[in-house]
């Protein structure tokens, strides 16, 4: 089944588009998750994923990373196609696919709890680039989360639950990607930590890259995105522009 | 019962049992393979030194004579060439039962099947082409013994035990400050993300193999110090490597170290203790890890660790 979908008129001229996926339909072993989904993200775009949990969302965007069980359908990265058909070996293609752009911080504290919270930071860096940079990229990134100057050293297993999200976070922050997947960057926190964190995500600059944030929270996104995806049971059900809900 | 020797010689089983648990704990958790030719590997390690220790001998006898040097370019042929041979051994593993199936369904199980079959076609191929006898290699630490505090000590034991805490110390300083050592323990913690922070599983796989190849290679010259070189002088440490992992709590290097010394200290004590004896040391050794395993089943390794998952 295909599904006619026209993308909404949010900014004109359109830009390039960062993220374009096609066709895609993935899963997990005999459990069929998304339905062939057509999905364009432009540069300079923030959107918004929402929908319930179990919907989706996380699939979609563990699909652009090759993490999950199955998939079949193009993606497209800026005009690279690192989509197609595979049947197993989640996350073999997930570094390549990494550094030709996409930064994704998953879902819940998928971190490195033995490492420091600046090794955890330098393991974001993986270009050479980035890598010779990693000091004054840190700098960056701790401006965005101030917190974390005074916990350096610190084991990121033993930060409190905000602080390991803001590492998580950052951690994807050390490169310079033109995509960023942030999947539920409230999952799990107080108000105030999560809105914080939504804060600056969105203190980000959006020049040259595109960022689309997975949240069940519509009121943290609300007004601050530039388009609002709806999914449900697998299949994308709503694009709206700008939203504000009060 | 003389307690202070069997300190010592529990000491330096815990040095060459450690060499062992290390390795497979550090490959179990940074590319998910219980590594059963981690045995093959000890062997393969033990003959090549003992190839090049042969071959290298009259050459040395005529360039430095019976000096010290001599010695020393001895010691150096041995430790290279079973380092070396541990790590080329290290590679053939990785290409073997790693490359063509980490990424396909029960990898774990997979890894475990391919690795138990090379480490027993290892075993048979060296038992057809050197035949079963054992075979000596040249004292790297020369005969004799001192004594510090009033504890005589072998040189070989005290040998062991140096260069393990140095080459240990050495490699895990190497995982804390190095790039690749801060990929392989970011691996370590969480594949997943490990991937995400755009580190490639395949690559950073064959520097793990290599150098825990390597520690087992280094264990295999330690322990024939002690005892000789034959096909299945592997089987012995992989078992209590892989018990002392487990004991540890598969993944983790302080538990590896510390069941490491416990082990090594069960060891030595009940092979001296009168009324037991060297015969029921695995026995005491079994009892004592299955014990422990099922009151803490995940190890000594959780009350070690200092941080929360």
């Known amino acids: 089944m295909t599904r006619a979908f026209t993308p909404p008129i949010s900014k004109s001229p359109r830009m390039p588009d960062v993220l374009a996926i096609s066709g895609l339909t993935a899963g997990y072993g005999p459990l069929r998750v998304l339905h062939e989904i057509d999905f364009r993200v432009a540069e300079g775009e923030r959107v918004g994923l929402v929908g319930l949990n179990g919907h989706g969302k996380t699939t979609l965007f563990r699909a652009v990373a090759h993490m999950t069980g199955w998939q079949s359908g193009s993606i497209k990265l800026n005009d690279t196609e690192i989509g197609g058909t595979r049947s197993t070996g989640p996350g073999r293609r997930t570094s390549a696919i990494v550094r030709k752009g996409m930064a994704m911080t998953p879902q819940g504290d998928a971190i490195f709890p033995g490492l420091t919270v600046r090794q955890h930071l330098d393991c974001g860096a993986y270009s050479k680039l980035a890598w010779r940079e990693r000091r004054q990229r840190r700098d960056m990134v701790m401006d965005i989360f101030p917190p974390l100057r005074s916990l350096q050293d610190a084991l990121v297993g033993k930060l409190s639950g905000g602080e390991r999200r803001m590492v998580s976070v950052g951690r994807a922050l050390m490169v310079d990607a033109s995509l960023y997947l942030i999947d539920e960057p409230s999952l799990g926190l107080a108000p105030k930590i999560s809105a914080s964190v939504i804060e600056a995500l969105f203190s980000l600059p959006t020049d040259g890259r595109a960022m689309v944030i997975a949240e069940q929270n519509v009121a943290l996104l609300s007004g601050r995105v530039d388009r609002m995806i709806g999914m449900h049971a697998g299949r994308i059900r709503g694009d709206v522009g700008h939203v504000g809900l009060e | ?309």
Do not use: C
């Not at chain 2, 050495?170 to 991937?195: F, H, T």
């Not at chain 2, 330690?222 to 993944?251: E, H, M, R």
């Open chain 2, 1 to 309: 019962m003389d307690i202070l020797g069997t300190l010592i010689h529990g000491l330096n089983l815990a040095a060459i049992y450690g060499l062992m648990a290390i390795g497979i704990s550090i490959l179990w958790s940074s590319i998910g393979m219980i590594n059963m030719a981690h045995g093959a590997t000890f062997a393969v390690s033990g003959y090549a030194a003992w190839l090049a220790s042969s071959a290298m001998k009259p050459v040395i006898a005529a360039a430095f004579g019976k000096t010290l040097m001599a010695k020393f370019a001895m010691a150096g042929v041995t430790v290279g060439a079973g380092v070396t041979a541990g790590a080329m051994f290290g590679a053939i593993i990785y290409l073997l039962a790693f490359l063509p199936i980490h990424d396909k369904p029960n990898y774990p199980v997979r890894s475990l099947i391919v690795t138990l079959a090379i480490n027993l076609a290892t075993v048979q191929l060296l038992l057809w082409y050197f035949g079963p006898r054992s075979r000596g290699l040249p004292k790297l630490f020369g005969f004799g013994k001192f004594e510090v505090l009033g504890i005589p000590i072998r040189y070989d034991q005290a040998g062991a035990i140096i260069s393990t805490a140095v080459i240990l110390g050495l490699v895990l300083l190497w995982l804390k400050v190095s790039r690749k050592g801060l990929e392989i323990r970011a691996m370590m913690q969480n594949p997943e993300g490990a991937v995400l922070s755009g580190i490639s599983v395949r690559w950073t796989a064959l520097p793990v193999t290599m150098l825990t190849g390597a520690l087992a290679g280094l264990a295999a010259i330690l322990l024939s110090q002690t005892i000789f070189v034959s096909p299945t002088s592997g089987a012995l440490p992989l078992i209590k490597g892989l018990t002392i992992a487990l004991l540890g709590g598969l993944g983790s290097v302080p538990g590896a170290v510390a069941g490491a010394v416990i082990i090594g200290f069960l060891e030595a004590t009940v092979g001296a203790l009168p009324f037991l004896g060297q015969r029921y040391v695995l026995f005491a050794q079994f009892l004592f890890i299955i014990t422990v395993l099922i009151i803490r089943p995940r190890g000594l390794g959780g009350l070690l660790d200092e941080t929360r998952e």
